[in-house]
């Protein structure tokens, strides 16, 4: 692991984070999410969980970051001002960052390095999927189904 | 110098407050999705630095983890976004200071 | 001898880097890095330049006539003119514009089309960026694409420009579907996500002539297809060029995009063509493996290199043959056939498999994709929908 990259990869990732909550412009934020989805996928690649790292850029930017753009472009009429800032949620984020770093630093048995580790292949994270985790594997099968389902018939044209 | 846990869990801590302040701070729907999802992939980082982080040897348990969160983050984003298209068709807003009518 | 030729540019890298010996690890890595870097861009936009002349030698000979043949030999130092010309012409950004995302947006679809060559090998220890899940890489990288096209869309603020990313995004993602579908029997086959260890599993002949490659299968072949029509679809290229219909949107996403920055858009195009035939000669048509015993000293790169020139060869011709689908005829077909043939495609590889992977098991397989295949001609067969075509002139 190595710090440097972990530093690059942090600041670009925390900026593009930061600019996803704050820009005025949806399009803009919905881009630097995108942006902020791949240093977290990089962050993934750092800690040897490449097929995870691929996997959130396959389906975020792939699919989910697609969907929010088509989302801004459906409901256009309302983009152009971020209108209303609400300071208060400013405020409990601050405080929930700073609680949680305070515990953070303070928890001594966090203060670890990393063990040495063998790669991570793709055909273990496939033979647990297919054998351990087969029932959630299904479920989620199943939950994404019913998700497509309930999508489609929630952006179904009313009839009148 | 090799970075330890706590590294990973204060980038974590910042993207979930990013994604805090972005769900709680807009009035924009969109926006507020926007924060849940980093909210959601933050806790997927954490997931996987525990993982990497736990002694040796172990089962893939935090990657599997992370992997079906993504999958259900995708579905609920699927989801949200198709609600966001069909109150902005009923009301023709997003703000969701503005939906607070029970009746349809 | 033959072996060195093979390895010459393996080789050559070597010492380039024995060159450094004594740097630190991280000097080694950045240098090896770079030199990958070097090499894939100095090929492929050599490669770039190349086709695009030769496209439209082969589109003039087909339409009888003769082509750029005013610059150099042939004709053949058109792209340098055409480099120049585009280099010195004046780039308009709309007043309108989404100033950033307009001039991101060629950069991301030039940056993703040069990344997903990364992972193709193009010959015996030729890969450049060795992962586990290499074409998992592929497509999550490639997928990218269409937010880039959105941009491009998005940024320029103009109505044709809008329609043609919408129409360009509805069709990656209907056809992205079969594209990656096509390749799941071969990565259940091989058992891996490694473009290396694929093309390593289509070493061999069978009875020793035919070559072990998986487009001699009846699921290979018919995977073999419907990947490449994705492809088409994937590239934007004709017949499957709706987005930038000119007679219709202008350019599509590119309407306000002039001079180099259209450019890039031109060469992402053309590179994002070459990697999905490069992914295409990896999963299907044995990667670099020559085709026969007897032809092996040839090295393996160039093997690869010919099998990539077919296809892009097929591109052209393909462009040169058919007009334009409507956009309604293009969906229907995704969905209604290439879906259903590719998960047809995932059975008769699992019947192949399980029926012993020889002379039954491609009876088998081939039953499975006839059948289905007639199933769905029937099924889908819209002839009798329409009425014979009236022909209306002033009479």
Redesign the interface.
């Given at each position: 692991?190595n710090?440097a990259a972990?530093i690059i990869i942090?600041i670009v990732?925390?900026a593009a984070?930061?600019a996803?909550?704050?820009l005025r412009k949806?399009m803009h934020?919905?881009l630097s999410?995108a942006v902020?989805?791949v240093g977290?996928a990089a962050?993934?690649f750092l800690?040897?969980?490449e097929?995870?790292g691929l996997?959130?850029v396959f389906?975020?930017i792939g699919?989910?970051a697609v969907?929010?753009v088509?989302?801004?472009l459906?409901?256009r009429?309302?983009v152009g001002e971020?209108?209303?800032?609400?300071?208060?949620?400013?405020i409990?984020?601050?405080a929930?960052?700073g609680g949680?770093?305070w515990s953070?630093?303070k928890t001594q048995s966090?203060?670890?390095?990393?063990?040495?580790?063998p790669a991570?292949t793709v055909k273990?994270?496939g033979v647990?999927?297919m054998t351990?985790?087969v029932w959630?594997l299904q479920c989620?099968g199943l939950?994404?189904t019913?998700?497509?389902i309930?999508?489609?018939i929630?952006?179904m044209e009313?009839k009148r | 110098?090799?970075?330890?846990?706590?590294?990973?869990?204060?980038?974590s801590?910042?993207?979930?407050?990013?994604?805090?302040?972005?769900?709680?701070?807009?009035?924009?729907a969109?926006?507020i999705?926007?924060?849940i999802?980093?909210m959601l992939?933050a806790a997927?980082?954490n997931f996987?630095?525990f993982?990497?982080?736990?002694?040796?040897p172990k089962?893939?348990l935090?990657?599997?983890i992370?992997?079906?969160s993504?999958?259900?983050?995708?579905?609920?984003?699927?989801?949200g976004?198709?609600?966001?298209?069909?109150v902005?068709?009923h009301y023709?807003?997003?703000?969701v200071?503005q939906l607070d009518q029970l009746k349809g | 001898m033959s072996k060195s030729i093979d390895q010459v540019f393996v080789n050559a890298k070597q010492w380039l880097l024995s060159c450094l010996a004594g740097s630190p690890t991280w000097v080694i890595q950045v240098v090896s890095s770079l030199i990958n870097i070097f090499a894939l861009l100095a090929v492929f936009l050599t490669l770039f330049a190349l086709i695009s002349v030769l496209e439209r030698k082969i589109l003039a000979r087909m339409q009888n006539r003769y082509g750029p043949n005013r610059v150099g030999p042939f004709g053949l130092f058109q792209p340098i003119a055409d480099g120049i010309k585009m280099l010195i012409k004046e780039d308009i950004v709309p007043a309108r514009a989404d100033k950033i995302v307009h001039f991101l947006a060629p950069v991301l679809i030039a940056a993703v089309a040069i990344l997903t060559l990364g992972v193709i090998p193009y010959g015996r220890n030729m890969t450049l960026f060795t992962i586990d899940g290499g074409i998992l890489f592929f497509f999550a990288v490639g997928s990218s694409t269409e937010l880039a096209v959105f941009m491009a869309g998005w940024g320029s603020n103009n109505k044709f420009s809008m329609l043609g990313a919408m129409r360009a995004i509805a069709q990656m993602i209907s056809y992205e579907l079969p594209l990656i579908i096509t390749v799941l029997p071969v990565v259940m086959v091989v058992g891996s996500l490694t473009p290396g260890r694929i093309v390593a599993a289509q070493a061999g002949y069978t009875f020793g002539v035919v070559p072990r490659w998986f487009v001699f299968t009846p699921w290979g072949v018919t995977a073999f297809i419907l990947f490449f029509v994705s492809g088409l679809v994937e590239s934007n290229r004709t017949p499957f060029d709706v987005p930038e219909g000119e007679s219709e949107i202008v350019a599509g996403h590119m309407t306000e995009y002039s001079g180099f920055k259209y450019a890039t858009f031109f060469m992402a195009e053309y590179i994002g063509m070459f990697a999905v035939s490069g992914l295409a000669v990896t999963l299907f048509l044995g990667g670099w493996h020559a085709p026969a015993r007897t032809l092996e000293f040839i090295p393996s790169y160039l093997w690869f290199f010919a099998k990539l020139s077919v296809l892009l060869f097929v591109y052209v011709w393909v462009r040169g043959t058919l007009p334009r689908t409507r956009v309604d005829q293009m969906m229907n077909f995704a969905w209604k056939f290439m879906l259903p043939m590719a998960f047809t495609c995932i059975i008769a590889a699992a019947v192949w498999h399980y029926t012993g992977r020889g002379l039954r098991g491609w009876l088998w397989s081939l039953v499975v994709i006839a059948v289905v295949y007639t199933a769905l001609s029937t099924l889908l067969d819209t002839r009798r929908k329409f009425a014979p075509r009236v022909y209306r002139f002033a009479e």
């Open positions: 692991m710090s972990l942090a990732t925390l984070a930061l996803a909550a704050t949806l934020a919905a999410f902020a989805l977290i962050f993934f800690l040897g969980a097929f995870v996997a959130l389906i975020y699919a989910v969907l929010i088509f989302t801004i459906l409901t009429r309302d971020g209108r209303g800032f609400n300071w208060g949620g400013a409990i984020a601050v929930v960052f949680l770093t953070i630093l966090l203060a670890i390095v990393a063990p040495r580790m991570l273990q994270i647990a999927l351990t985790y959630p989620v939950l994404l019913a998700a497509l309930g999508a489609l929630l952006v009313e | 110098m090799t970075p330890n846990l706590q590294v990973f869990l204060i980038v801590a910042a993207l979930f407050s990013i994604g805090l302040l972005a769900a709680l701070s807009r009035r924009h969109i926006f999705l926007i924060g999802e980093m992939a997927n980082l996987i630095a993982w990497r982080f736990a002694p040796q089962p893939p935090g990657v599997m992370a992997i079906f993504i999958a259900i983050a995708a579905a609920e984003a699927a989801v976004l198709a609600m966001v298209i069909a902005y068709r023709r807003t997003t703000n200071d | -």
